[in-house]
C-alpha cells in the first residue's frame, strides 16, 4: 500500500507526475487458471477482486475483450441506492450500498461516493400509490426510505417546477437519503488495483471466442489470445451475455438495449441530490465538473451497437425541460449509449447454468453499477464454494423455469 501514501503523491508531484507506476500490471495471459473472469467492467473485478480477498482464490484471470470499463461501468450514470420492492432485492442492493460505504477506504482508491440524496417523482396516482408501497417494503426491510409531498420536494430541488397545470405534474415522491453516485471510473480502477495487487491477472484486448467443455463441464476459453485451461468460468459481460451463453450452448431470457445518457455544458452548482422521474423518463445530477448528467428510458430496439436513436433522447429532453424550465438554456455537450442486459423481471441472474463450472452473472438492465460490489462480493462466494450465497439465491436462472420471478421494473426506474 505504501506505493500510494500521501509521500508518494507528494514525491510524484515534484516529479512533475511522470513516473507515476502503473495501476494494474498487464500480464500475458498465462495457460491455464483456477478461475477465469469473462469480463472486465465492474462486476467481473469486483468479482476477481473478492476471489482473492474473501476466499484466497489468486490464480484468476479477468479477461476483457477492450479496455477496463470500457462498458457499460465507464458509459453509466453513476446513480446508487438501495431502494427496491422485494425482500430478496432489498437485501442485496443494501449490501452493495453498504459495502459502497467502506469501498474507498477498504480500496485505498477515492471512488467519489456523495450520498446527495436520490428523490424519486411520482407525476400520477398510480406513481403516488406504487412509491408509497415501496417506501413502506423498504421501511420494514430497515432501510432508509421516506414520502415527500410537493412543497418538501420543492425545498430539496427549488429548480423544480411542481406547477399541478403542467403536463407532467409533481404530485408527491420520495427520497432515499443515502443514495446518491459514486465515480464509475475510479470503482473500476480501485477494484483492478486491488485485485492485481492480490496476484489476479488482468488481461486487456483479450475476447473471448469459445467456451471448451467435456462432459458437461467447463475445461477451458478460447481467446484472441490463445487458449486457457480452467475449470471455473465466471460470465460477466452484461449486454453480450447471450453471446457467451450461446457459445457454452444454452439461451438466456435476456434482451440486449442500447441505454443513452448526456451531459450538458458544465454551469454553476444548481442541483445537489439525484431526481429521477420512471415515469417521464428522465433522471438527473450534477457532476463534481458541474455538468448535468442525465439519461432516458431504454431504446426499444435491440441492438449491439452502443449507440441510441434521437427521439428518445428529445422526448427525454422536453420533459426534463418541463420539470426543470432553467434547462431550456443549456447546451447539451455530448451523448452517448451502452448495451444493458433486461430480464423479463427486471432482475438480474447471478449464479449457476447448465454447464458444469460455468457461472453466470448478468441481467443487471440499466441498473447494475449501483450493485457493483455486492454482485461481485455474492458471485465470488458462488464461483469460490460452488452454490449461491443466501444473498444470491433467489437470483437464479432457474426462477424462469420455476415462475418465481423477482419483478422490479417500478424500482428499476429507468423504463425497461
Ligand atoms: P460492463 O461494464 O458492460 O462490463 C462487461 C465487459 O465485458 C465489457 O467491458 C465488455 O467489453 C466485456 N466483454 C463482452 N464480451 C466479451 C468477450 N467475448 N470477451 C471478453 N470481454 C467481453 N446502473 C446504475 O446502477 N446506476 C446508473 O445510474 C446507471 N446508469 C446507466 C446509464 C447508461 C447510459 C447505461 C448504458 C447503463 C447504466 N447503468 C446504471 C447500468 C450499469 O452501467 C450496468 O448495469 C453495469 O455497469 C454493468 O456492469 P458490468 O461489469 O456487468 O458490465
Ligand atoms: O438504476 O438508479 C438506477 C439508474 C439511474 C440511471 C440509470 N439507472
Known sequence: MSRYSIFSL????????????RAWRSPEPKPAYDVVIVGGGGHGLATAYYLAKEHGIANVAVLEKGWLGGGNTG?????????????????????????????????NFNVMLSQRGLVGLAHTQHDLREI??????????????????????????????ISPTVRYPVIGGSIQRRGGVARHDAVAWGLARGADMRGVDIIENCAVTGI???????????????????????????????????????????????????VS???????????????????????????????AGIDVFNSYAQRGSLPVIESMLAAAVELFPIFSRLKMMRKWGGIVDVCP???????????DGLYLN???????????????WVFAHTIATGAPHPLNAAFSLERFHSGALIDEHGAAAVAH
Open 212 to 262: 471448451r467443455r467435456e462432459g458437461g463441464r467447463v475445461t477451458g476459453l478460447e481467446t484472441t489470445r490463445g487458449a486457457i485451461a480452467t475449470g471455473k468460468v465466471g460470465i460477466a459481460v452484461a449486454g453480450h451475455s447471450s453471446v457467451l451463453a450461446a457459445m457454452a450452448g444454452f439461451r438466456l431470457p435476456i434482451e440486449s438495449h442500447p441505454l443513452q445518457a448526456l
Open 362 to 376: 448478468c441481467g443487471w438492465g440499466t441498473g447494475g453499477f449501483k450493485s457493483t460490489p455486492g454482485s461481485g
Open 132 to 161: 408509497a408501497r415501496r417506501v413502506n417494503a423498504i421501511r420494514l426491510n430497515g432501510i432508509d426510505s421516506e414520502l415527500l409531498t410537493p412543497a418538501q420536494i420543492k425545498e430539496l430541488v427549488p429548480i423544480i417546477n
Open 345 to 355: 423481471d427486471a432482475s438480474p441472474i447471478i449464479g449457476l447454468t447448465p454447464v
Open 265 to 295: 455544458e458544465p454551469i454553476k452548482p444548481i442541483i445537489d441530490t439525484v431526481v429521477m422521474s420512471g415515469t417521464v423518463h428522465v433522471y438527473v445530477s450534477q457532476s463534481d465538473r458541474g455538468e448535468l448528467v442525465m439519461g
Open 10 to 21: 507528494i514525491r510524484h508531484a515534484r516529479t512533475g507526475h511522470r513516473d507515476w507506476p
Open 75 to 107: 458509459r453509466n450514470t453513476t446513480v446508487i441506492r438501495s431502494n427496491y420492492l422485494w425482500d430478496s432485492s432489498a437485501a442485496l442492493y443494501e449490501k452493495s450500498l453498504q459495502l459502497f460505504e467502506g469501498l474507498s477506504q477498504e480500496l
